[in-house]
């Protein structure tokens, strides 16, 4: 389709800015970014049909006046959260432990509650409602180990048309009676999962054994029988985030040389599987990485908040594994990417790595759909991408407009969003070319 002939359902005028093409370094990004002060956005049956200067794109438009007014707002592809757990919601903010003490205290009492599948139902909502009013358009999740937990989830991500990945949580040792399951029946319940939602609209199924030391063999065989016989479904876990939790893998999987090491051997490493922290990692096990394919998920308020360590950024790019942000609800304490972004910034100024505003804001968009293999289809304003975006209103307090009024440029304007901006910087989220979320309604309604 040229963009004569196109037929468009909606023409948005704003600022906007995306990176174009996937960086093999961090300069690349600088290269590859695109900012229209003044743009013109065209979407037709769910996505974008073409992103023009305003004085270009306006010739294509039915008349002069058919075009929506988002002047003075910046627009950016949807946020990609590369991890987080959805039961955790309601225990966000729980005080005083590390990873595994954390676990046992908070953690699992809470994810007992989504056997009810009207608990998980209800939980879902407040999940999308989050994600949306924080200008997240797509996530990989955690549920719980409960199958009623996933089949909530989907649920609302389809009567919103999320692009969103998510499974059941499979554990079979080292967790209360409660939350373990045998290797077999996580077997049976997750095959039951992927047939009834995988590749369903925009949902896809990640199978999602919690972490080693929750695994049997056994289990961590069922989940290579599944990952094999469902190619296309993604693989989700945690990977050496924190001390205790690695000398724990090594006591408990002692045959195997490093952590990576234990998934590697049962074939879980790979295009679509995603490991979440990735913080103490051996030389090797970056390779390891590399070599097959696979991605992290850089969850920075989680790292701060459990004490669990600083993420080796610089090391992603020079050992070119791919990357993407995750909030980590809930030991990360934020469902809001721009927070996110600056602590990721905190995290590189600890270790000398200094994370510029286009940097960031790739990996929260394009970096993230590329860890996803989701890079066909989101993350940028090309052309024939689904039309998943937020609108940022970049000045809402005081504080903000003042130090906006001072910004020399884009890059400054949006390293002070990732500085000061929360989701009340958040004005509407779109997704697949629909408005499914706008703060101005909510503050109308309140
Ligand atoms: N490792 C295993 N389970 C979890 C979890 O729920 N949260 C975090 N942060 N790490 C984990
Ligand atoms: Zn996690």
């Known amino acids: 389709m040229t963009m004569d002939n196109m037929i468009y359902s909606h023409a948005l005028r704003g600022s906007f800015f995306d990176i174009t093409a996937i960086a093999d370094t961090p300069d690349d990004i600088a290269r590859h970014a695109r900012y229209l002060e003044d743009g013109l956005l065209f979407i037709g049956e769910g996505k974008t049909l073409g992103l023009l200067p305003w004085e270009e794109g306006r010739r294509h438009l039915r008349h002069p006046a058919d075009w929506q007014d988002l002047?003075?707002?910046?627009?950016?592809?949807?946020?990609?959260?590369?991890?987080?757990?959805?039961?955790?919601?309601?225990?966000?903010g729980a005080y005083g432990e590390q990873l595994l003490e954390w676990l046992t205290t908070y953690t699992f009492p809470v994810e007992s509650q989504y056997a009810s599948a009207d608990h998980a139902a209800q939980m879902s909502a407040f999940f999308l409602s989050q994600l949306l009013s924080n200008g997240t358009t797509t996530a990989l999740v955690f549920g719980t180990v409960h199958p009623e937990s996933v089949d909530a989830l989907f649920t609302a991500a389809e009567g919103l048309n999320m692009r969103l990945i998510a499974g059941k949580v499979m554990m079979d040792r080292n967790a209360p009676e409660y939350l373990t399951k045998s290797a077999e029946r996580s077997e049976a319940e997750t095959?039951?999962?992927?047939?009834?939602?995988?590749?369903?609209?925009?949902?896809?199924?990640?199978i999602t054994p919690r972490f080693a030391p929750?695994?049997?063999?056994?289990?961590?065989?069922?989940?290579?029988?599944l990952r094999r016989e469902f190619p296309d479904t993604w693989l989700h876990t945690h990977l050496s985030e924190n001390p205790q939790e690695i000398a724990w893998v090594k006591s408990l999987w002692p045959e195997h040389e490093t952590y990576l090491d234990v998934?590697?051997?049962?074939?879980?490493?790979?295009?679509r599987s995603v490991f979440a922290h990735a913080i103490h990692l051996e030389e090797c096990e970056w390779d390891c990485l590399h070599q097959s394919n696979s991605a992290v998920a850089f969850c920075p308020t989680s790292n701060l908040f459990l004490g669990s360590g600083l993420?080796?950024?610089?090391?992603?790019?020079?050992?070119?594994?791919?990357?993407?942000?995750?909030?980590d609800v809930g030991a990360g304490t934020t469902f809001n990417m721009l927070r996110t972004l600056g602590e990721a910034y905190k995290i590189g100024q600890l270790q000398s790595y200094k994370l510029c505003a286009s940097e960031a804001f790739y990996h929260a968009t394009l970096g993230g759909a590329r860890a996803l293999c989701l890079d066909d289809k989101i993350g940028s304003f090309t052309p024939g991408k689904e039309?998943?975006?937020?609108?940022?209103?970049?000045?809402?307090?005081p504080l903000q407009a003042l130090r906006h009024g001072r910004c020399r440029d884009i890059y400054e304007q949006?390293?002070?969003l990732m500085t000061l901006g929360d989701d009340r910087n958040i004005a509407e989220t779109w997704v697949g070319g629909r408005r499914v979320w706008a703060r101005d309604a909510v503050e109308a309604a309140a």
């Open 71 to 92: 002047r003075g707002r910046l627009i950016v592809p949807g946020f990609v959260d590369t991890h987080l757990h959805y039961p955790q919601t309601e225990m966000i």
């Open 191 to 206: 095959r039951a999962l992927i047939e009834r939602w995988h590749n369903r609209g925009r949902l896809g199924y990640a």
């Open 214 to 225: 929750t695994s049997s063999p056994e289990l961590l065989e069922a989940v290579q029988r």
């Open 263 to 271: 998934y590697h051997h049962y074939g879980l490493t790979g295009e």
């Open 311 to 327: 993420f080796r950024l610089k090391t992603c790019w020079d050992k070119r594994v791919k990357m993407g942000i995750g909030t």
């Open 387 to 397: 039309a998943d975006f937020a609108v940022l209103d970049p000045a809402v307090t």
């Open 414 to 416: 949006l390293f002070v």
